[in-house]
């Protein structure tokens, strides 16, 4: 996380449905030290800890070994390990249990990306999903065999030695070996600076900003270097490909 204070309020709703549903949920948030009031908002609840790491900037690689680590000595049953603007919704204490009783150490799940038309008003009771109606089918597994599902995130660490996942979590290589259970009753919806276009191309000069010098030395998150023509004409790309994703 680093400076998210504008989706918290939606981030917090979609966890606090999980623990609504009987799932006993504790996130642990790392935290780049932001400079907004994202800290404060989430640090006085209790099931959320907050660790904060240091990099120069945006560093994926540094962000690829916290997300390959963070989850090994957990005790849970299922640990999910997602970037802060990453959030589940659906049956999802349902489909854990058909995983334990299955012995699979791996869900996949379709994925989508917000794409809204202007930034709403926070409402509670309100899901992002259901203000923006608005979401394209993001392709953001790069395993050829799994293009069509979303990131890895939810695992079994007690079956899962190592999930190996590259930078951004978009290829994982699990180990010993994966059994992987692809749900239809789960989707992973992505805010990925969708709260409106005028957002999304501020969003992305303040991140190119703050690229780390290896990112931009490996050509990580070059997408943030567009130009505003660019990012505009990209976003409207994705309005164009949008479904209405409100159920």
């Not at 006085?44 to 560093?59: A, E, L, V, Y």
């Amino acid at each position: 996380m680093y400076n998210e204070e504008d989706i918290i309020p939606y981030i917090h709703d979609y966890w606090q449905k999980l623990i609504d549903e009987g799932i006993d949920l504790h996130v642990y948030v790392y935290d780049n030290y932001s400079t907004d009031n994202s800290v404060k908002l989430l640090q006085d609840i209790p099931w959320i800890t907050i660790r904060q790491f240091h990099s120069d900037g945006q560093n994926d690689i540094i962000q690829a070994q916290i997300k390959n680590s963070c989850w090994k000595e957990s005790k849970a049953d299922f640990v999910c390990v997602s970037d802060f603007d990453e959030v589940l919704w659906g049956n999802l204490a349902e489909e854990l249990e058909v995983m334990k009783q299955n012995g699979y150490n791996v869900m996949g799940t379709k994925w989508y990306a917000f794409c809204g038309d202007e930034k709403p008003t926070y409402t509670p009771g309100m899901y992002l999903h259901q203000l923006f109606k608005k979401g394209y089918k993001q392709h953001i597994n790069h395993h050829p065999l799994y293009h069509h599902l979303g990131k890895f995130m939810i695992i079994d660490p007690s079956k899962v030695d190592n999930m190996n996942w590259s930078v951004g979590n978009h290829i994982a290589n699990p180990q010993p070996q994966m059994k992987l259970y692809v749900s239809d009753k789960v989707v992973a919806f992505h805010v990925n600076k969708g709260l409106s276009e005028d957002y999304f191309v501020e969003k992305r000069q303040k991140m190119n900003k703050r690229l780390s010098p290896v990112n931009r030395k490996y050509g990580l998150c070059y997408e943030y270097s567009y130009t505003e023509e660019k990012n505009r004409e990209e976003y409207r790309g994705y309005q164009n490909e949008a479904v209405d994703i409100s159920e």
